[in-house]
């Protein structure tokens, strides 16, 4: 059966409109940094030089963690949220076959939406020398190399070792949840990272604990002469292979640990807890049927709305407040808000001093970054509260 649910994953996820719109937000973006020259290239190095086609790359594939989220986190869960369990306990499905091929269809889904980004630049750095925003002889030939190279070095392997960890969460606890809140805190963990270990002077450490490997490769190219941007690929050896290797390996790890470890009738199969009632419960009473049912008279005002209007905002923010997720999520930011301001952001060795327009530039560049994860985050799990509980028909 493993073929049969590879293959239903892979067309179940084409004919869904979040896939394509995933991979069109991709080519937009792909297509505005490229054709207006905004990327990491400096003035002696092309604009879609190899350097600079590997960092941008790396880049979004770190942005890339809630896409890998969104596809990953939801593909076993699926099955309990349609209430689908009982068909595969009548079909000789194996559990190993059941995961593998959810996991393979949703990774290859994952990485075939990835190569929008690819798509966009592609198209983009085409048009870039007439569209007049950039000098034309900025702009080099086109190589494929160029965009494979670091796609099979960092980009995929990035989005692989995501999306290992978020399927293995939702396979392992059935919490959707868990997959869209871990990416955040995922995020927010990695940019903590960064902060801990910018000061440091073992190159050869920080390079081994980037879990995405931007600061290993930024390692790598960090004395390279424009001539050599222009020219070379990223070298897959030393450091780079070792980070490669031990991050894949974790990502390789924990689905191995969730194939053995999971099971599939505790998984598939709902949890009844009898519980004792009251046998007068069930007994219905004479004097109900005499009862005079009231009538009731219906109030649709502009007060009214705007009563249950606050009533709901206040509920829906009791909801966020008391949620596990959201205080995970917060007391992450807040650390990397403590981290950041304890370590600066050192210019050659020398810390930044609290100016105003550093606090307002460098640091809320970043953190602006983390309400935007919280108003997604946030707004899908009102969304998805109502239809989990089935709310969402009476609303």
């Not at 980037?210 to 930024?218: E, I, M, N, Q, V």
């Not at 004479?286 to 009538?295: D, G, R, V």
């Not at 307002?360 to 899908?380: A, C, P, R, S």
Request: aromatic fraction near 18%; include cysteine.
């Amino acid at each position: 059966m493993f073929k049969e649910i590879f293959l239903f994953e892979i067309n179940y996820r084409f004919k869904r409109p979040a896939t394509w719109a995933y991979f069109g937000i991709l080519v937009i973006f792909g297509l505005i940094v490229s054709i207006g020259g905004n990327g990491p290239a400096s003035e002696k190095v092309f604009v879609n030089s190899p350097v600079a086609i590997a960092t941008m790359l790396s880049t979004i594939s770190i942005f890339g963690i809630m896409l890998s989220s969104a596809i990953m986190g939801v593909p076993v869960y699926r099955d309990i949220e349609h209430k689908t369990e009982n068909y595969y306990f009548s079909f000789p499905v194996t559990e190993k076959g059941y995961l593998l091929g959810r996991f393979l269809g949703s990774m290859s889904v994952l990485l075939l939406v990835s190569l929008g980004l690819h798509l966009g630049l592609i198209i983009g750095f085409a048009i870039g020398p007439f569209a007049g925003y950039v000098e034309p002889d900025r702009f080099t030939d086109f190589n494929f190399w160029h965009y494979l190279q670091p796609t099979l070095t960092l980009y995929w392997t990035n989005f692989f070792f995501a999306g290992c960890i978020f399927f293995a969460l939702v396979s392992l606890t059935k919490k959707v949840m868990l997959a869209y809140a871990g990416g955040a805190i995922l995020f927010i963990t990695y940019l903590i990272t960064l902060t801990l270990t910018q000061d440091l002077e073992n190159t050869d450490l920080v390079s081994l604990l980037d879990p995405f490997g931007l600061g290993t490769y930024s390692n790598v190219i960090r004395y390279w002469t424009p001539e050599e941007q222009n020219s070379l690929t990223v070298p897959f050896s030393g450091m780079l292979v070792w980070n490669r290797l031990i991050w894949v390996g974790i990502g390789l790890l924990a689905l191995l640990y969730t194939l053995f470890k999971f099971d599939f009738i505790k998984f598939l199969n709902k949890n009844y807890t009898s519980k004792k009632k009251d046998d007068n419960l069930d007994m219905p009473k004479a004097s109900a049927a005499l009862t005079k049912i009231p009538s009731v008279s219906q109030v649709f005002s502009n007060s009214l709305n705007l009563k249950l209007l606050f009533g709901l905002a206040y509920m829906e923010f009791k909801n966020i407040i008391r949620d596990n997720f959201f205080k995970a999520i917060l007391i992450a930011a807040v650390l990397f808000l403590f981290f950041d301001a304890w370590f600066g952001f050192p210019i050659y060795g020398t810390p930044s001093l609290p100016l105003t327009y550093y606090m307002l530039e460098v640091k809320d560049f970043t953190y602006i970054i983390l309400i935007f994860i919280l108003i997604v985050f946030m707004t899908g799990e009102v969304l998805h509260r109502e239809r989990n509980v089935n709310y969402d028909q009476i609303f």
